[in-house]
């Protein structure tokens, strides 16, 4: 897959609502469709049917597609890699309660594809499991140790195959091998979270047994004390569902300041906003303390990728971050920072001792090319 290329792309969403709607992209040409999707089966079939058909599609049959991978945010202890899905896989899948919103879902996309295409070999790529190699120091919490041992309290980290991909991506553009290059990435979206990866493997990363600890995002607090938890409910008596509420869709960006999409922040910013300059300066501050303590824990740091939508777009957000972080070696060029491309580039300056990179992330594509690789190790099938 070294020369791989998109052929189509699309989105499926409201499904189960009373208008759903289709995206399906081939090239240049975009399509749009609203109509009714009553289930997964369904939206299923509509894919395939935009995909065969004679005018937007790009395969003649169904019976073309070789593999189907998929993406399963929590992989728990269990999977350490991307996995060959079987009926053990799914019920494994279901036995992880960390991810009540997320893997149930996940499993209907399988069960659909399985309804609709039967054997067809299928691949669970996990969130979680490009940090699985991080060490017991790094991933326990200082809590009663039974918690973790029996039922699997724990960091786990989140975004590992958009980590994964950039810091790959970067050992490409900087011309080393993983093994020569640490690295810190961040993938700042609504959702975001930072890694360090040493020699090609994640040592610790922000997002922990939920997605909701880390640094500040769109909607979610990132951290915070655990006893402000204790206070809402004593206090303002809020249940447990409200806090989490609270926390995870009326938090970030949005609960400092009214909105979740850093685009309307640096509007707001702009035109004179406090909250929204407030908001700003919040979120971009946690990031740089991430960077300084992943330096430490690096003990060594080659470059900062920058990726997510936020980190590929937005030069504010960046400038900010790198700002007087020369300490370590990070020195921003302002004018290549600026300069608006959707391309792997380099923004620091020839004498930045520490490299900073904008790499666009494809989690798509690393799904797939991890797909592949499972066949290739489990069936000796070559794609």
């Keep these: 897959m070294n020369n791989s290329s998109v052929l189509a792309a699309g989105l499926i ?80 899948i279901k036995n992880i309660p960390l991810a009540p919103l997320h893997n149930p879902a996940n499993l209907i ?35 009663d140790f039974s918690l973790y041992e029996n039922h699997g309290v724990r960091r786990y980290g989140f975004h590992g195959t958009s980590h994964k991909y950039v ?24 959702g975001a979270s930072i890694t360090a990866i040493q020699k090609g493997k994640s040592i610790d990363t922000s997002m922990g047994l939920t997605p909701l600890e880390g640094i500040v995002m769109g909607t979610r607090s990132g951290d915070l004390d655990p006893g402000i938890i204790f206070y809402l409910s004593r206090e303002l008596k809020k249940d447990l569902t409200e806090i ?72 504010d957000v960046r400038s900010s971050v790198c700002e007087n972080l020369s300490i370590l070696g990070i020195e921003l060029d302002e004018e290549k920072n600026k300069i608006l491309e959707n391309k792997e580039r380099l923004i620091s300056k020839e004498n930045s001792k520490v490299k900073v990179l904008v790499i666009p992330t494809n989690e798509e594509l690393q799904i797939a090319k991890e797909t592949v690789e499972v066949l290739r190790q489990q069936q000796n099938i070559i794609i």
Excluded: W
């Design 244 to 315: 989490e509420n609270i926390l995870n869709k009326n938090s970030g960006l949005k609960g400092l300041c009214g909105t979740n999409d850093m685009r309307d922040v640096l509007e707001k910013m702009k035109s004179g906003d406090k909250k929204a300059l407030l908001a700003f300066q919040i979120y971009t501050y946690r990031i740089k303390k991430y960077i300084g303590a992943y330096a430490v824990a690096l003990g060594n740091l080659d470059a900062i990728v920058f990726t997510g939508g936020i980190g590929e777009n937005s030069f």
């Design 167 to 190: 810091a790959l991506r970067a050992s490409e553009f900087l011309n080393k091998s993983q093994e020569e290059l640490d690295l810190i990435t961040i993938h700042l979206g609504n």
């Design 13 to 92: 969403e409201r499904i189960t609502e009373e208008q759903g709607k289709i995206t399906h992209k081939v090239g240049e040409n975009k399509q749009v469709l609203e109509k009714k999707i009553s289930n997964h089966n369904l939206a299923i079939r509509y894919m395939i049917e935009l995909l065969t058909d004679s005018k937007t599609g790009v395969i003649k049959d169904k019976l073309e597609i070789q593999a189907i991978g998929h993406r399963v945010v929590h992989g728990g202890e269990k999977f350490h890699s991307s996995t060959l899905i079987s009926q053990q896989v799914i019920e494994a």
């Design 109 to 143: 996309g399988i069960e659909a594809c399985q309804n609709f295409f039967g054997n067809l070999p299928q691949v669970a790529v996990f969130d979680t499991a490009f940090h699985q190699t991080m060490e017991k120091k790094t991933f326990l919490y200082a809590i």
